[in-house]
């Protein structure tokens, strides 16, 4: 049986709505692994808390820091997240804030903190979508279930943070291994574009257009 996968971009992600479509879709392609991006914006916002914090701007920060967050906990609100959903989210934005106040007593955003911070926006879509994709399911009468995926406990690459490379050979055997329940179509993955991880468990980035690859 062949394996469907479906990605869908930011503007597809850009709000509860956009999701339940984009969740609509996946079940009519009969897709097996939904590959998503950050919400609209979203990945811009992160670049820009990065350079504001380097630059030891913290008002503007701050600011962002608080638009990425009520964006994606409205999202939540209506898609009617459960419990474990929204604390999973929370432990994500609280990563979000302390990696940029990190960067801001440091001065620093190395490639290396960039790439954890611009990760953050696809691993929060992904874990809103997941709700939405179950939804959808629940409410069109199917028994499939939707299952977050961390991308990275698949997709491994070298640490050429910003631009990492792929290493094609683990993940083919790390996706025969942990994947092969999705085959039978009762469990549908939604998982992360543009994000990777090193071999020692470093988060990585495959660059702009990387989502496409995953």
Known sequence: MSVVVSKFGGTSMGDASCMLRSAQVSLQRKSNIVVVSATSGTTNDLI???????????????????????????????????????????????????????????????????????????????????????????????????????VRSVLKTDDNYGKAKPITETIIKLCREKLSDCISGNTVYATQGFIGQTLAGATTTLGRGGSDYS
């Open 48 to 150: 820009k808390i990065g350079e504001m914090a380097e630059k030891g701007e913290l008002t503007e920060v701050e600011a962002l820091l608080k638009k990425v967050t009520e964006k994606h906990l409205i999202i939540a609100k209506e898609l009617k997240a459960p419990t474990e959903v929204i604390t999973s989210l929370n432990i994500l934005l609280s990563e979000m804030d302390s990696i940029a106040r990190g960067i801001y007593l440091l001065r620093d955003c190395s490639s290396k903190a960039k790439d954890v911070l611009m990760s953050l926006g696809e691993r929060m879509s992904s874990v809103l979508f997941t709700v939405a994709l179950q939804n959808v399911f629940t409410d069109s009468g199917h028994a499939k279930k939707a299952k977050f995926l961390d």
